[in-house]
């Protein structure tokens, strides 16, 4: 039985119905990065946004933030959900790296520019190495990058 929460204009109920197009929707421009590596939505979520809007609501949700996974190989569920900045859900993708530079470790190669003063390219150049004039150069000595998530494939 469909249960009225008078809810649907709600900014939180755009982000339910966007996480469960990533997660469900083969035709979802994001689904290869979501449903396309066995993320999902948890069942007490999937078919009741009431329950994900009380979560939100008493997790820390406000305008301006986003839901973020903490660890981002599993899916949504209330032990796994947050609410983060931009910035930081960026720093959370399963693209985003670790940055090792001279002793130090950075969340972002940003963050890495920042504190050496120096340029974000730099970074990424002194950590992965560069071509230059047809000829390579090997990363910086003590510099280096890794994901911080382990690569899931694609098994679809």
């Known amino acids: 039985m469909y249960q009225s929460h008078g809810l649907k204009k709600h900014p939180l109920y755009i982000v ?21 590596r066995g993320i999902s939505v948890c069942s007490s979520w999937i078919y009741n946004f009431k329950l994900f809007y ?9 305008k ?22 931009r910035k930081d859900n960026n720093q959370n ?23 050496f003063g120096a340029g974000r390219r730099t970074i990424m150049d002194w950590c992965n190495g560069y071509k230059s004039n047809g000829r390579s ?12 998530y382990k690569r899931i494939e694609n098994h679809d």
């Open 16 to 36: 339910w119905t966007r996480i469960k197009q990533c997660c469900y929707n083969k035709n979802n421009k994001d689904y290869s990065h979501y449903g396309g």
């Open 137 to 148: 150069h090997p990363p910086k000595q003590g510099c280096w990058s890794e994901f911080r």
């Open 54 to 62: 009380d979560f939100c609501i008493t997790n820390g949700w406000e």
């Open 64 to 85: 301006g933030l986003e839901i973020d996974r903490e660890n981002n190989n599993f899916g949504y569920c209330p032990f796994n959900c947050r609410f983060v900045t």
């Open 93 to 115: 993708a399963n693209r985003s790296k670790i940055w090792h530079v001279k002793g130090k470790v950075f969340n972002s190669s940003q963050d890495a520019a920042d504190f």
